[in-house]
């Protein structure tokens, strides 16, 4: 991918101009380092990133690509220095030199053409649902189930969408989807540098939303949370968003959802960053856990605010990951240490990456990895 050096100052104005004013506050006591899950598998410097910027000087090589934006680091900062829009910054000058891992390029452009970052065809954008009988939303549905790329084009991530769809049907759910008209909500090719292309994209969903009379929209991925719930009020636009976690919980108390039939497996469930640090979901998804009858829910190490990244996040779910600095490896080794032989999440990119690390086990180590969702629905 090469290297290049910005600008005198032009990295750090446009750190700043994207919210990152923060940067002036870093006094290099290294504790972004001490805590950056990177450091587990290999040297990652994030104060020298930040160092850098702050007088202006960067060199950005394959250094500004290893961030997964997990924001363990923004969550320790005794100074609270923004590292996240710090490193996003650099990704964008980076973008604007046409800078870009061959990876990123080839997402770019799927998404540009087709409306994923899976390169699938926008037309087969509905083709998960057939068979499911899901009518198509309109201005009297209740709610849009919004179910993420990734579960629409990949084949094992499309079971989560299914799982989530018989749920809501079984609890009586008012629910319908949309086709082709939205696309990819942009979260994490934002978090890769292409501010202009998550904006195309964002206003086209913005548009087809208001257009549709959507108000409520139900997603399975964390992703897409932060984007409509958090990122999209940036377009003066307000929808009322709910991640499946939360909306399941309030069903089953409400006794919307009920069990017939025990789980009789022992669980330990991984706090997705973008559902955790990032929108401070914790609660939820174990009190659903602890209803279902039959489960031994136990905790690994780092759970809740100290959860340990699966490293899909900052647009890494699309780029390669040596093996031995695989992160969802050491996450799946903690999950093993527990006993459990489920391993639960409630997030598409942590799904996919603890099922490639499952791959990996040797002998009589084994582990199932699921969904909630998936729990949930041979239980009901």
Same mark, same amino acid.
């Given at each position: 991918?090469?290297?290049?050096?910005?600008?005198?100052?032009?990295?750090?104005?446009?750190?700043?101009?994207?919210?990152?004013?923060?940067?002036?506050?870093?006094?290099?006591?290294?504790?972004?380092?001490?805590?950056?899950?990177?450091?587990?598998?290999?040297?990652?410097?994030?104060?020298?990133?930040?160092?850098?910027?702050?007088?202006?000087?960067?060199?950005?090589?394959?250094?500004?690509?290893?961030?997964?934006?997990?924001?363990?680091?923004?969550?320790?900062?005794?100074?609270?220095?923004?590292?996240?829009?710090?490193?996003?910054?650099?990704?964008?000058?980076?973008?604007?030199?046409?800078?870009?891992?061959?990876?990123?390029?080839?997402?770019?452009?799927?998404?540009?053409?087709?409306?994923?970052?899976?390169?699938?065809?926008?037309?087969?954008?509905?083709?998960?649902?057939?068979?499911?009988?899901?009518?198509?939303?309109?201005?009297?549905?209740?709610?849009? !189930?919004?179910?993420?790329?990734?579960? %629409? @084009? #990949? &084949?094992?991530?499309?079971?989560?969408?299914?799982?989530?769809?018989?749920? =809501?049907?079984?609890?009586?759910?008012?629910?319908?989807?949309?086709?082709?008209?939205?696309?990819?909500?942009?979260?994490?090719?934002?978090?890769?540098?292409?501010?202009?292309?998550?904006?195309?994209?964002?206003?086209?969903?913005?548009?087809?939303?208001?257009?549709?009379?959507?108000?409520?929209?139900?997603?399975?991925?964390?992703?897409?949370?932060?984007?409509?719930?958090?990122?999209?009020?940036?377009?003066?636009?307000?929808?009322?968003?709910?991640?499946?976690?939360?909306?399941?919980?309030?069903?089953?108390?409400?006794?919307?959802?009920?069990?017939?039939?025990?789980?009789?497996?022992?669980?330990?469930?991984?706090?997705?960053? !973008?559902?955790?640090?990032?929108?401070? %979901? @914790? #609660? &939820?998804?174990?009190?659903?856990?602890?209803?279902?009858?039959?489960?031994? =829910?136990?905790?690994?190490?780092?759970?809740?605010?100290?959860?340990?990244?699966?490293?899909?996040?900052?647009?890494?779910?699309?780029?390669?990951?040596?093996?031995?600095?695989?992160?969802?490896?050491?996450?799946?080794?903690?999950?093993?240490?527990?006993?459990?032989?489920?391993?639960?999440?409630?997030?598409?990119?942590?799904?996919?990456?603890?099922?490639?690390?499952?791959?990996?086990?040797?002998?009589?180590?084994?582990?199932?990895?699921?969904?909630?969702?998936?729990?949930?629905?041979?239980?009901?």
């Amino acid at each position: 991918m090469g290297e290049s050096v910005a600008p005198l100052k032009e990295a750090r104005d446009l750190i700043i101009e994207v919210g990152g004013e923060s940067l002036k506050m870093c006094y290099q006591c290294a504790l972004c380092d001490t805590v950056c899950p990177w450091n587990l598998v290999k040297t990652f410097q994030v104060r020298a990133l930040v160092r850098q910027t702050q007088f202006g000087l960067s060199e950005m090589g394959e250094e500004i690509w290893q961030c997964a934006t997990c924001k363990n680091c923004v969550d320790r900062c005794p100074r609270g220095v923004q590292i996240i829009d710090i490193v996003v910054g650099l990704r964008r000058i980076s973008s604007e030199y046409s800078i870009l891992p061959q990876s990123i390029r080839s997402v770019r452009a799927s998404l540009s053409e087709e409306g994923n970052p899976w390169s699938g065809k926008r037309e087969e954008r509905e083709n998960w649902s057939e068979g499911l009988s899901i009518k198509t939303f309109t201005e009297d549905t209740e709610f849009l !189930y919004f179910p993420c790329c990734t579960q %629409i @084009y #990949d &084949q094992r991530a499309r079971k989560v969408a299914i799982a989530t769809v018989n749920i =809501l049907k079984k609890a009586g759910i008012n629910f319908g989807i949309i086709g082709s008209e939205v696309v990819c909500c942009g979260e994490s090719i934002r978090k890769a540098g292409e501010e202009s292309l998550y904006r195309s994209l964002a206003k086209q969903n913005i548009k087809t939303f208001i257009e549709k009379g959507v108000k409520s929209i139900i997603v399975s991925s964390p992703h897409c949370y932060q984007s409509f719930k958090k990122e999209y009020s940036e377009f003066k636009v307000s929808f009322n968003v709910i991640h499946i976690s939360e909306f399941l919980a309030e069903l089953i108390n409400a006794g919307r959802i009920e069990f017939t039939k025990e789980y009789r497996k022992r669980v330990t469930y991984h706090d997705p960053c !973008y559902l955790g640090r990032h929108n401070g %979901i @914790y #609660d &939820q998804p174990r009190e659903i856990l602890k209803h279902i009858p039959g489960l031994d =829910l136990i905790e690994m190490d780092n759970s809740r605010e100290n959860s340990l990244c699966c490293g899909g996040g900052g647009a890494r779910i699309w780029m390669d990951t040596p093996k031995g600095e695989r992160l969802s490896d050491l996450r799946l080794e903690q999950a093993l240490k527990t006993g459990a032989t489920v391993l639960a999440t409630f997030c598409p990119y942590c799904m996919l990456n603890f099922e490639d690390s499952a791959l990996n086990l040797e002998g009589n180590r084994a582990i199932e990895i699921k969904d909630v969702t998936e729990i949930i629905q041979d239980v009901i």
